[in-house]
């Protein structure tokens, strides 16, 4: 609901504070005095288009600000807490306009981009007028309205979010097919890969092993040849590393007397003696038992080979094919049977299609018995307000093919036929501006228990209306502020006489400069903008009777 609207330097007005209140607002005033100002104001602090015509003249820069309370607004809650701008129940909208032209936007203090400025607006404020039915012309907005007073926006929003899913799929189904050939080359290629590298089947770590056993086969002569000449210096010659050894402990036998000093050396000497002839026994059954084994050499050669071709194949390292065939490995899997394949992709795609037709037939179902009876509903209040020869259709369509689409099976567009024998036909193409005011405003009066639009503007909706029909008006626009709240521009006085909150605009010159003013009238004032509605300038005492008469008739008013 907005609660405050301060302007400053807007058009005429140097500067403007006014409170609003829940209910029915009238503002009011002389031709000319500058009424459109409330509304463009708020028309600019929700998105709309702005020049720098719209700062008054002399001044730099126009500011606009409007407070909005979003308690009984969860959709701007989840908005403005999606986008880290939430302020509790409280949220302000701010416009500034300078003389050049450029404006800056801003929502709860932090400075946005202009579209994220329509979209909260358009959760806040619904503006009609007959230069503004943009909401209503629209069939998005038919099919909210429709939802709404069908209670069905949780079938819609279940509905939407099977279309995602379903569209998801689809698109996912679409690529594959529409690059099937190139992914059936590159099935076969990676199948072809995967078959080469599971003959191969090299595991991690045995090409190191191969190249180390390779090394020593192919060295087989030498390795025995230099053993061979190792037993012989340790053990088989005489002059031996152990015949050696064996003479200098037969040389420390011949001491004359014990030497202590010398015992550890014998001692060292004995044991090397021991671990010579030790090494030179096993050198011995080494050569005695080295075979070389050529074919041996052979077949690790050839693994070898095939190790290296197979990693100069892939442009990479050998020790890296291992990891290669795991990852190929699982790519291929993953085509053939995972969630990538079209026999998958088209199976889901079928249960994800019988989910949403599920849930879109309930909600054609609840929208088809709705229909009906909003017609209905509407060409009462139409007929009302002086318009009893229109007729009022909600219209169906089904989509082509029975296609899904993200809001159901069917469009909605309210067509209407503004002539006996003249068939229905969309909103746009039919009705006169001041046909559509009326139209919206029926429309709104019906929807209201159940609409989720807190604030309605209304400019001018009774132009080309008078008498009792305009008394209508005023009943229906009280009734519908009743609901939540209602700003609409009149010249009628019996529309003004029954609004909840009278606002008075008008206009003074000061050195040379016009200025707007905009107030709040108390009881009396009220009576004499009524009588002043009735009778013009000269008011009669009769006139301001009457006008009592209106005013008292109108707070009175049930709907």
């Not at 005095?33 to 001044?59: E, F, Q, Y």
């Not at 009326?438 to 929807?447: D, E, F, G, K, T």
């Amino acid at each position: 609901m907005l609660t405050q609207l301060t302007v400053s330097n807007y058009a005429i007005a140097e500067r403007v504070e006014l409170q609003f209140n829940k209910g029915m607002t009238a503002l009011t005033g002389e031709t000319g005095a500058g009424k459109s100002i409330v509304l463009d104001a708020l028309g600019l602090a929700m998105g709309g288009r702005a020049d720098a015509g719209a700062v008054r003249h002399g001044a730099n820069r126009a500011d606009i600000t409007a407070c909005f309370d979003i308690s009984n607004i969860p959709d701007a809650g989840l908005w403005l807490e999606s986008h880290d701008l939430d302020e509790k129940n409280e949220c302000i909208l701010r416009r500034t306009i300078n003389k050049d032209g450029r404006s800056k936007a801003f929502i709860n203090g932090q400075p946005c981009p202009l579209s994220q400025l329509k979209e909260l607006g358009g959760l806040l404020m619904d503006i009609h007028s007959q230069h503004q039915h943009q909401s209503l012309l629209r069939k998005d907005t038919h099919r909210k309205l429709l939802d709404e007073f069908a209670e069905a926006e949780h079938l819609a929003e279940q509905t939407k979010s099977a279309w995602k899913t379903w569209n998801l799929t689809r698109q996912k189904l679409e690529q594959r097919r529409q690059n099937a050939d190139e992914a059936e080359a590159k099935l076969q290629l990676l199948r072809y890969q995967v078959e080469e590298l599971d003959r191969l089947a090299l595991e991690q770590g045995e090409q190191e092993a191969l190249e180390q056993e390779q090394a020593q086969l192919s060295q087989a002569d030498s390795v025995l040849h230099y053993s061979h000449q190792a037993a012989l210096l340790c053990t088989e010659d005489e002059s031996s590393a152990a015949s050696a050894v064996r003479q200098a402990l037969q040389q420390l036998e011949q001491l004359p007397v014990e030497v202590p000093a010398l015992a550890d050396t014998i001692q060292m000497l004995n044991e090397a003696h021991i671990q010579i002839s030790e090494a030179g026994d096993s050198l011995r059954r080494f050569v005695d038992d080295y075979e070389a084994d050529p074919a041996r050499l052979a077949e690790v050669e050839e693994r070898l080979s095939a190790v290296y071709q197979m990693a100069r194949k892939h442009r990479i390292t050998p020790d890296e094919l291992p990891e290669l065939h795991q990852r190929l490995s699982a790519e291929l899997a993953e085509i053939e049977g995972g969630e990538g394949s079209l026999e998958r992709l088209e199976a889901e795609l079928a249960a994800q299609r019988a989910d949403f037709d599920a849930v879109a037939q309930q909600l054609s179902t609840k929208r088809k018995q709705a229909a009906a009876e909003l017609d209905q509903r509407i060409a009462q209040e139409l007929s009302q307000l002086s318009m009893p020869s229109v007729q009022f259709v909600t219209h169906l369509k089904s989509s082509n093919d029975n296609e899904p689409t993200a809001h159901g099976l069917e469009e909605a567009e309210f067509l209407v036929s503004a002539n006996p024998g003249q068939p229905a036909r969309p909103l746009a193409k039919v009705a006169s501006g001041g046909e559509l005011s009326r139209i919206s405003l029926a429309i709104q009066v019906v929807v209201a228990q159940t609409s989720t639009t807190p604030t309605l503007v209304f400019d001018e909706v009774d132009v080309g209306i008078g008498g009792g029909t305009a008394e209508v008006v005023g009943q229906l626009l009280r009734a519908l502020g009743s609901n939540g709240q209602v700003l609409c521009v009149t010249h009628l006085p019996q529309v003004a006489a029954q609004c909840h909150q009278h606002l008075f605009v008008s206009k003074f010159t000061e050195k040379d400069a016009t200025f707007s003013k905009i107030e709040p009238l108390n009881d009396q004032g009220r009576i004499d903008e009524v009588a002043r509605m009735l009778g013009g300038v000269d008011m009669t005492e009769q006139t301001i009777a009457h006008a009592r008469e209106m005013v008292v008739k109108g707070q009175a008013t049930h709907h």
